[in-house]
């Protein structure tokens, strides 16, 4: 009698972990933020720095981005940007060349910029702060990239998908990562800070 009901608490125990475990990876799936795609005719990395007195725009035609982000789940949210240098896109061929050499990012060595998040936190109604670190050359550095939540609504014109605005507005000083060596290390002709304007167009299915 007494191995008969060892052995039966033993089973119920083990039921009990079974159970568990089933319950917890349940919980855990359902807790996952959700996952965007970026649609890239509708979205742009931007940014403007001055040449002498002159802002001068440019933008980036190449880039990455992983995208995981629930309001309501900032927990498990995250925003990973790759940029490749050779990307970089000013509307003048040969300024961009001399963006990817030896005096600027130097793309042969250090092909991408990159923005990893650590965590994302709520600013007020719509509004959040990415925060993590920002990869130019060789050199990385704590970044905070704000962004807005514009809305989110059901696709008029997919089904079963959700489409998603967000926009982002930073700045950074590119001698902070290197950006200018020799004699473009001076700040006089090209400027020391750039502005950075992201504006994301975001799909996710239901």
């Known amino acids: ?52 007195f002159t802002p001068v725009d440019g933008t980036f035609s190449d880039y990455d ?29 040969r300024r961009d060349g001399h963006l990817q050499s030896d005096d600027f990012f130097n793309v042969e060595q250090w092909p991408n910029i990159q923005f990893t998040s650590h965590s994302i936190e709520s600013r007020g109604d719509n509004e959040f702060v990415a925060i993590g670190e920002m990869t130019i050359r060789d050199v990385t550095r704590d970044f905070e990239l704000p962004f807005t939540l514009q809305g989110v609504m059901d696709h008029p014109m997919q089904d079963d998908t959700v489409v998603a605005g967000i926009t982002a507005s930073a700045e950074l000083m590119r001698t902070d990562y290197g950006v200018g060596v020799g004699d473009w290390a001076a700040t006089a002709v090209v400027g020391d800070k750039v502005d950075i304007q992201l504006n994301l167009e975001l799909t996710s299915g239901k």
């Open 65 to 93: 981005a992983d995208v995981h982000f629930d309001p309501e789940n900032l927990e498990e949210s995250r925003v990973n940007v790759t940029i490749p240098v050779s990307s970089v896109d000013t509307r003048n061929e």
């Open 1 to 52: 009698m007494k191995t008969l009901f060892t052995t039966t608490i033993f089973t119920l125990l083990l039921s009990f972990i079974a159970a568990s475990s089933i319950f917890a990876t349940d919980t855990e799936t359902n807790n996952t933020a959700t996952v965007w795609e970026i649609d890239r005719a509708h979205s742009a990395i931007n940014f403007t720095i001055n040449h002498f």
